[in-house]
């Protein structure tokens, strides 16, 4: 059987592409150029991050950071 993901499902393994390649302002910047962000922001925000909390995402930053040698 195939299944066919959802248009958010694409989204959030796209974003996750970008974040794994790019830094956090490079994304937003590619984000805005593209005109990605038209709609619901917070509808959208809430999809996405909807399993991560402030201190999750801070960790997730700090590997960031670390696998890009960013400080």
């Given at each position: 059987?195939?299944?066919?993901?959802?248009e958010q499902q694409v989204l959030?393994?796209?974003?996750?592409?970008?974040?794994?390649?790019?830094?956090?302002?490079?994304?937003?910047?590619?984000?805005?150029?593209?005109?990605?962000?038209?709609?619901?922001?917070?509808?959208?925000?809430?999809?996405?991050?909807?399993?991560?909390?402030?201190?999750?995402?801070?960790?997730?930053?700090?590997?960031?950071?670390?696998?890009?040698?960013?400080?």
């Open positions: 059987m195939i299944q066919v993901k959802s959030h393994e796209g974003l996750q592409i970008l974040f794994s390649k790019m830094k956090p302002s490079e994304v937003s910047r590619f984000w805005a150029a593209c005109n990605i962000g038209s709609g619901n922001y917070l509808k959208l925000k809430d999809e996405l991050f909807a399993e991560e909390s402030v201190a999750s995402l801070y960790d997730k930053i700090l590997e960031f950071q670390k696998s890009k040698n960013v400080e």
